[in-house]
Every structure is written in C-alpha cells, then in structure tokens.
Nanobody, 123 residues
Framework: QVQLVESGGGLVQAGGSLRLSCAAS????????MGWFRQAPGKEREFVAV????????YYAGSVKGRFTISRDNAKNTVYLQMNSLKPEDTAAYYC????????????????WGQGTQVTVSS
C-alpha cells in the first residue's frame, strides 16, 4: 500500500501562486507515475499534470501548461505542483495520485489517492 498526503492548498487572488505538496509513504518503490488531478463542484475529476517517478518526464493538461510545474524529490518521496498565474477557473479540490503500472492521464489507472486539498482563486 501507498499512502499520500497533500498539503499547500488555500485561498489566493487571481494572478497569485500556490505550491502543493504530496508526501508518499509505504511501498513507495512500487510507484511508477504520480499525477495531480482536480475536481470542481458538479464536474468530473480531471487530469492536471503527471510525472514519471523514474525519469521525471512530465505532461500537462492544456489548460495549465505554461502556468503549472510538476516536480518530484525522490529522496523525500514528495511530488510538488507549483501553480502560477492562477485563475478563478483553477478553483477545485486538488488530488495527488500514484500509479504502479503505467503513465496515464486517466484517473481510473491510479491505484492510490490522497485526501485532497482545496484551492480557491478569487477574482
């Protein structure tokens, strides 16, 4: 099992920045990919960014590319999501997830999930 704990959410004005952290514990050697997803009220959970645990390759959703940066610190078993130039439409609960088998943009391919952290961007 892998446990994930997110932190760093909060309230920020449009144009501001936040950094989310996701600390992994447990069987972290089984992690192949880690991703960030978000879910706004009344909407489906959507992909935000993904990073390969091995070679640090990354991929972003078009809506955040150029504004968000995903990174990882293997020594600390932690993944980060640096969010800049935040917009009100970025408001959502943000979830960290880990996949053991492959890199994927689909939430169904992720076996482990954190509890989520709320990000609210005011206009």
């Amino acid at each position: 099992q892998v446990q994930l704990v997110e932190s760093g959410g909060g309230l920020v004005q449009a144009g501001g920045s936040l950094r989310l952290s996701c600390a992994a514990s447990g069987r972290t050697l089984s992690i192949y990919t880690m991703g960030w997803f978000r879910q706004a009220p009344g909407k489906e959970r959507e992909f935000v960014a993904v990073i390969s645990w091995g070679n640090a390759g990354t991929y972003y959703a078009g809506s955040v590319k150029g504004r968000f940066t995903i990174s990882r610190d293997n020594a600390k078993n932690t993944v980060y999501l640096q969010m800049n130039s935040l917009k009100p439409e970025d408001t959502a609960a943000y979830y960290c997830a880990a996949a053991a088998l492959k890199t994927s943009l689909g939430p169904r391919d992720y076996e482990y999930w954190g509890q989520g952290t709320q990000v609210t961007v005011s206009s």
